[in-house]
């Protein structure tokens, strides 16, 4: 075996900080390892093609969980600044801190809406 060979093996399987990665032949690396998805018996580019519309998939509904996490925070926060849980003293002491909060959670809800609208037209 030469030492390109050693040098390839070794660095099949290898750890990226503190994610383990897998390396393709041509080069791909991927933070998830690839396995046999398709169940044919062996790793070829319909499985890493597969491997990556799975995570595509995950990372939309993680996006979109956030964007609906958001909006639900607005929600309570809204009703809970309305009852007299909370003194009017504080309400108005956090007021800045508050319109911060709503302003942030409102653009992830935005931000998340348009980008879905925008990658549907594409």
């Not at 897998?22 to 597969?50: E, S, T």
Request: some cysteine.
């Amino acid at each position: 075996m030469d030492r390109q060979a050693v040098y390839d093996s070794a660095n099949r399987h290898f750890i990226c900080g503190w994610v383990s990665c897998y390396c393709l032949p041509n080069g791909y690396c991927n933070l998830n390892p690839v396995a046999d998805l398709d169940g044919d018996g062996k790793i070829d580019q319909a499985d890493v093609d597969l491997l990556a519309a799975s995570d595509a998939h995950d990372k939309q509904e993680t996006q979109r969980y956030m964007a609906i996490c958001a909006f639900v925070l607005m929600v309570v926060i809204t009703i809970v600044m309305c009852t007299p849980i909370i003194g009017e003293d504080r309400i108005k002491a956090l007021s800045g801190l508050i319109s911060s909060m709503y302003f942030a959670l409102s653009s992830l809800c935005g931000a998340y809406m348009g980008f879905t609208t925008w990658a549907n037209k594409k």
